[in-house]
C-alpha cells in the first residue's frame, strides 16, 4: 500500500468541544493532523490505501462519521504559476515559459482571474498538458482528476454520501 497525501476541509463542529480530538481519532482519522483555521476544520491526511480514490473516499466517509459536513478536497484545482511549479517540481520561470507559448505550444489558458496580474489555471488542465509533455507522472494527473471530481460531486450533493466512493474509484485507472 501506499501512502497518500491530501487535505480534506471540513465545518460543523466547535474545535473548543470536549473530546473534539478524541471524534477524529475514534471515527479513523489518526493518520490526519487537524487544525481550525478561517473558521473551518483542516484534516491534513497521510492516508495509506491501494489507491488514491480509496485514501480520499474512507478519509471522507470518517470525517462524516465524526458529525462535520465535508466541505472540500484540497489540493485545490485552481492554481497559479507559483502552485504549477511547486506541484510540478519544475521552476516557475520554466511554467511562465510554458504558458507564454515560449517553450512548446497548447499549453492551457488560464480560467480565473484571467485579466488580473495572477491569473488561475485548472490543475487537471494542466496535469494533463504537463503529462503529454513527459514531464509530470501520470498519477498525478489521476490525482488532479479525482480531487476536482469529488470536489465537484460536493457540491452538487452537498456534502451528502451517496456513492462517493464508487464514484471515484471509476476515475483510477484499470
Known amino acids: 500500500m501506499k501512502t497518500h497525501e491530501f487535505t480534506i476541509v471540513a465545518s460543523g463542529l466547535d474545535p473548543e468541544m470536549e473530546g473534539y ?3 477524529f481519532f475514534e471515527a479513523g482519522c489518526d493518520d490526519a493532523t487537524l487544525s481550525f483555521q478561517k473558521g473551518v ?4 491526511f497521510a492516508r495509506e490505501a491501494v489507491s488514491f480514490s480509496k485514501a480520499v473516499a474512507s478519509a471522507y466517509e470518517d470525517i462524516l462519521k465524526t458529525g462535520a459536513k465535508v466541505e472540500r478536497v484540497e489540493p485545490d484545482y485552481l492554481v497559479s504559476l507559483s502552485d504549477i511549479a511547486e506541484r510540478s517540481g519544475l521552476t516557475r520561470q520554466a511554467i511562465s ?3 507564454k507559448a515560449e517553450r512548446g505550444s ?4 488560464p480560467v480565473a482571474r484571467v485579466t488580473s496580474n495572477s491569473p488561475l489555471w485548472d490543475w ?3 496535469t494533463e498538458w504537463l503529462h503529454a509533455q513527459s514531464r ?3 498519477e498525478a494527473v489521476v490525482e488532479a482528476r479525482i480531487v476536482k471530481e469529488a470536489n465537484r460531486f460536493l457540491e452538487l450533493h452537498d ?3 451517496d456513492n462517493f466512493m464508487r464514484r471515484l474509484e471509476m476515475l483510477e485507472p484499470a
Open 21 to 23: 480530538e478524541d471524534r
Open 41 to 44: 476544520i483542516i484534516a491534513e
Open 97 to 99: 515559459l510554458y504558458t
Open 106 to 109: 497548447g499549453f492551457p489558458n
Open 124 to 126: 487537471l488542465e494542466v
Open 136 to 138: 509530470i507522472d501520470r
Open 159 to 161: 456534502g451528502q454520501p
